[in-house]
């Protein structure tokens, strides 16, 4: 959540910032809003010692013997406009919290102005797509002889979901022990296990509600509870309405999970193959830290993610995404893009963001400064990466000519030292 003091300052330039994002700020509201709050305040507080003032006034008369029915008359009166102008501030207050609940983080002045995807910036890029000597099958060919079956899933529940069997469902979870063990041991991130349900005061602080809530599966039966659509929800939430010591920070959470993704706005896209799903398995990285250090923090994390592409020999790209495309909590975003051979084309793989103060102001999590007064911590969050696009990624990039996948050394030790992973035997030639 922005600032309220900062939109009350000057509304026309954080308009003019948002406007950047293609967010339109209704200005000419906030301003009716905060006028009518302020002079609802002021007269409330006018009432408030005026009433105390004649109830002052009437003890002295009692003291002197007066009749004081009068005054005390006055003052009922004045008492129930007291709470009626208490109750309109209370209104008042409901839709400022609405409308600013609503309304994305600023984007940081380095972001590059842009409209969507197309207005991204390339920063760098590591490795070399791999040049194949024989014809190459995506990664939804691949996976059919390998353990990869979406009609069994969608007997099971239906479009969008996947099972993996054999060595393919071993491929899936040793991913995830690999990410885990380097985050923790060269990375120094403190594994945790969370919930993968979580209360709407927890989806609030990470911004997903109110304005998200059709990507989210609600649970019937408890109007409060959701699937998490990121381990970002819960980690980022250990430390909500907390006041922390300059000794707590910085933090640096890491889970495996899964994402619950209802993907209300993705229709029609990605329908083929593990691209696009409703449950998918993530690595998910949190950092809390102090504000002078989240830019530093930013780079960190991305750099942590990107450690991950190149054990596993993952050619990629960084992009910074422009004002346009980056997500409502985020203040500046680098995407990792995977090179999928299957597609001929780059894949977002982990979306790496510093969202500045903008969800610990919804939190309430704040830390002491060196003068001891408290102060709004920076949240960073990224993946670390996605499992599942990992696996296709993996897949189609380690691809041989006979249908089996070569394993990088990473992950060689999850598999006892095998170089590969075949095709059963009996399955050679279907797809």
Request: net charge negative; hydrophobic share 40%.
């Amino acid at each position: 959540m922005l600032d309220p003091k900062l939109v009350r300052s000057d509304p026309e330039a954080v308009a003019a910032q948002l406007a950047r994002r293609g967010f339109t700020f209704d200005v000419a509201r906030f301003t009716a809003l905060e006028n009518e709050r302020k002079q609802v305040q002021v007269d409330t507080e006018q009432m408030q010692a005026e009433r105390n003032s004649r109830s002052k006034l009437i003890g002295k008369m009692k003291a002197a013997g007066e009749d004081t029915a009068a005054l005390m008359a006055e003052i009922g009166g004045l008492g129930q406009k007291l709470d009626q102008a208490k109750q309109r501030l209370g209104e008042i207050q409901s839709e400022l919290d609405a409308l600013f609940s609503l309304v994305p983080n600023l984007p940081a002045e380095d972001v590059p102005f842009g409209e969507d995807e197309a207005g991204n910036v390339e920063v760098r890029r590591w490795g070399t797509p791999r040049t194949f000597d024989f014809e190459i099958q995506d990664h939804v060919a691949l996976g059919a002889a390998l353990g990869m079956n979406f009609e069994q899933a969608v007997k099971l529940t239906g479009s969008r979901f996947v099972t993996l069997a054999g060595d393919l469902a071993r491929l899936h979870r040793a991913l995830a022990q690999f990410m885990l063990d380097l985050h923790i041991s060269q990375h120094g991130y403190t594994e945790m296990y969370v919930p993968y349900i979580v209360n709407d005061k927890s989806l609030f602080g990470t911004g997903q509600l109110p304005k998200f809530g059709e990507d989210l599966f609600a649970l019937k039966g408890d109007a409060d509870w959701y699937l998490i659509p990121t381990a970002e929800v819960p980690l980022t939430n250990l430390v909500r309405d907390e006041l922390l010591s300059a000794n707590d920070l910085p933090r640096r959470y890491v889970a495996h999970t899964p994402s619950f993704r209802a993907e209300a706005g993705a229709a029609g896209r990605d329908t083929r193959g593990m691209i696009r799903q409703h449950q998918f398995d993530k690595v998910e990285l949190v950092q809390i830290v102090r504000a002078e250090d989240s830019a530093a923090a930013l780079e960190a994390l991305t750099g942590h993610a990107e450690a991950v592409l190149q054990a596993l020999e993952l050619p990629y790209r960084v992009m910074q995404l422009c004002t346009g495309d980056m997500g409502f909590s985020a203040a500046k975003t680098y995407d990792l893009e995977v090179w999928l051979p299957g597609q001929n084309t780059y894949r977002e793989i982990s979306s790496c963001s510093n969202c500045t103060d903008f969800q610990a102001r919804r939190l309430q999590a704040r830390v002491r400064d060196a003068d001891g007064k408290p102060q709004l911590v920076h949240t960073l969050n990224g993946s670390g990466l996605a499992v599942g696009r990992t696996l296709v990624a993996l897949l189609e990039n380690h691809q041989q000519a006979d249908g089996s996948i070569a394993l990088p050394l990473a992950l060689r030790p999850y598999f006892q030292g095998r170089a590969a992973i075949c095709v059963p035997e009996g399955q050679q030639g279907k797809a």
